[in-house]
């Protein structure tokens, strides 16, 4: 984890709308065989919507972010830059300000060009929040 | 467009998530007959990766917030509160910084339980950036 | 099991879309406590593309079918009819005819009006070929 | 549309499950500008689930297949072969057996690796049935 570690630290020096939400989370686990990484954040007003829960936005953001560090932690020495293809995410409950919340992330295939994540939101009591699968194309060097 | 205007001023009052997006948002214009909003913004820093792009997380967020305000848009003083269900994003192309984007929203049904949207964001010269599409459930009261 | 295979046998003997992948299907376990319902089929070249590979038309309608026994398994004397809200699929690998593929579904969550449910399929290797969700909107009775 | 119409032709003649759906689908027009293609079906009883409207399946079929035509229609002589990514598909109506619909599907974006389409299915009173995403891989041949 120490290599992923410095890539999230360097990561969170750098203004934007990651550092919005890397700000919050905290690093779980990371599962090399099974290739899962776990992150954890209490959540935080600033991502919530006008009834004080986690905002559907916000949601989306952290199944993006949380499976992009996924495909990182996979290969964090090697693992060329990516971009996002495709992101869907199920609601399935709310999670109020404060509650702390667990972001599961797994690569389902790295192949060539794409790589396939799914991602779980869960509460405190373990009952899922939402589903998002989020598919991201790989930028590797044409082989010269 | 007057009740529309008076809903969005109430909003940005509130702080919260919503907020980091609506503070950048115009109200562009809304077509009553075809049910299509159109917003647009120039795209902060603040919304952008590290690529100073916007990201992936803040175009989901944009579809989902955008596509919210099109269902009530469509009957602003009786529509009731609705939650997502689902929401799903292609990224077609980036939008860097400074760029003026346009968000094009269309409610594509308003049933009784649930409303399904469609939306656009395009860049300044009329190409698509992403496309998406925002399930919600419609929480009407009980016919008492 | 035995009130799910009844529910089966019926189906299979209504001719229709949903028939043409029951005739391949085979049930395989039900976990109660996990809400997952595997199914196993060998590719046909029925359900096959151009390449004699699972058509991605098919995959996606495995989801459909498959998601939706998993919601009636979850209580079969009780559960009303739904209907499909959202389906999204994303495909990893391919799954050649003859090759014996593992559909696993889980229902997420089940509430007062809309079921979530997330759908994997295996190759007989136990490779990951594509992986679903799909939402549906169920049809309970008022309350008189 | 020469050039489409001899390659549907051929496709026709391949059985499988692509043919299920050719065998049913008139091609309708192809905007060459704006990168539309509309085809039209009878909703056939084979296409239907138990209810004898088109099943869920195959309308996520139809967004499959004819997204996959129009990529192939916007350069019909040199257009690669492509393979599904993503599909995602919502569902807004039901459309009965016997009912005429209309499928029309826009080519959104044909990049270097990666086609990203949009499909929409009407009813023969113009509403929206189901409306749908399906971005494909472009397998070009590398730079020799």
């Known amino acids: 984890m120490t290599m992923l570690n410095n890539v999230l630290e360097q990561w969170k020096g750098i203004p ?3 550092n919005e939400f890397f700000k919050y989370l905290e690093m779980g686990t990371y599962n090399h065989e099974k290739k899962i990484l776990t992150m954890t954040m209490v ?5 919530c919507n006008v009834l004080s829960t986690l905002h559907g936005g916000a949601m989306a953001t952290l199944v993006d972010v949380v499976s992009s560090i996924a495909i990182i932690a996979s290969d964090p020495e090697r693992m060329p830059p990516s971009v996002s ?8 409950a709310t999670a109020p300000v404060g509650e702390k919340i667990t972001i599961e ?6 192949g060539k060009n794409l790589a396939f994540t799914d991602t779980a939101i869960y509460n405190n009591h373990n ?3 939402c589903k998002g699968s989020h598919t991201k194309f790989i930028h590797r060097k044409a082989a010269l």
């Open 105 to 110: 992330s797994t690569v389902l295939k790295i």
């Open 85 to 92: 293809v495709d992101l869907s995410v199920s609601y399935a």
């Open 127 to 129: 009952k899922i929040v």
């Open 16 to 18: 934007g709308f990651d």
């Open 43 to 47: 959540v935080p007003q600033e991502l």
